[in-house]
């Protein structure tokens, strides 16, 4: 199984251990990066921390399907204009 994919509207998650999850997309509270390298993400989930090893990029792209980080926003053209959040 790979470390991370999308069920529906479900997140199956394998952590550095093994162990398999699934975590409901809407309950993903927090991604954050573990390491300089940035190969492995701690993903917060109803109030549980679950360390995957995959980047966060990856599992951006999981969560919110179309949605870029900030840092590939700022890659763009001068032109170009980033979308701003709706809150």
Known sequence: MT????????????????CRHLLRVTSVQALSDTDPLRNETFITAAGRTIRVPRALDSIVELIAPGERLEAEVEDEPRGAVAAEWPF
Do not use: F
Not at 3 to 18: E, I
């Open 3 to 18: 470390a991370l994919r999308r069920v529906g509207s479900y997140l199956q998650v394998q952590d550095g251990d093994g």
